[in-house]
């Protein structure tokens, strides 16, 4: 039997030190518990608010966290980094010296019999085109080496000034948008989609949306799927595990 743990959106970093620090403590006793009697940790991106690393720097901070994980990789726990929109820029380091599983697109694995699709969340399902766009920009490998040109204390300057404070959510949520019903949310119509295709798929688990979401799946000829959002790590402070087949939320 297999207890596989997820949690995401820490946003480290932001939006400020202090505030930062405090939720990085709290993360890094989470990591801890979870090692206790963990298979594997999925961390679902956004664990940093900015990620990007040069050939000889890497942004300053979360400093906790990294000795964290690699100690837990060094206990022999497999850790999956799965990137999101704030941390994709990752190339090599977090894999070499953290000894994390890095993920750049959605998984499908089976624990202990159920199917699961695992991924950040972003950019999937419909509308979002403007987001689209410039996730093909970011992805891209002449644009990431022309920004790794810049100096990095420059470099990670604009970063904080496009990215770090103009998207910072008080209110928790990454779209801004209040929740209304599962089908007025993408990632609820993505797996409905999905599920046309492949109807196998046990549990979908994202985070990305900053919400805490439960829902069930209607599938043809079978038993309901399961939605799942395990919510964040700047204001719900959730995450969830998979334990004899069952899927659970827990704050």
Known sequence: MSK???????????PNLKESRVREKRFVEWLDKAAIDASEIHLLGDIFDFWFEYR??????????????????????PV????????????GYLESELGVTLHKDPIIKTWDGVKCYVAHGDGLG?????YKFLKKIYRNRLCQRLFKLLNPDLGIALAGLFIKKKHFKTDGLSSGEKFTSPEGEILYKYCEEYLKKDPSIDFFIFGHRHLPLEFEL?????????????????KHFSWAYIESGKLRLNK
């Open 80 to 91: 999956h980094f799965h990137v999101g929109n704030r941390d994709l820029w990752s190339f």
């Open 218 to 234: 209607p599938r043809p000829n079978s038993n309901s799927s399961q939605y799942i959002n395990i919510g964040d790590w700047t």
């Open 4 to 14: 596989i743990y997820f949690a995401s959106d820490l946003h480290l970093g932001a």
């Open 56 to 77: 000889n720097s890497i942004p300053k901070g979360g400093a906790r966290i990294q000795g964290t994980i690699a100690r837990i990789t060094d206990s022999g726990i």
């Open 126 to 130: 419909p509308g979002e085109y403007f």
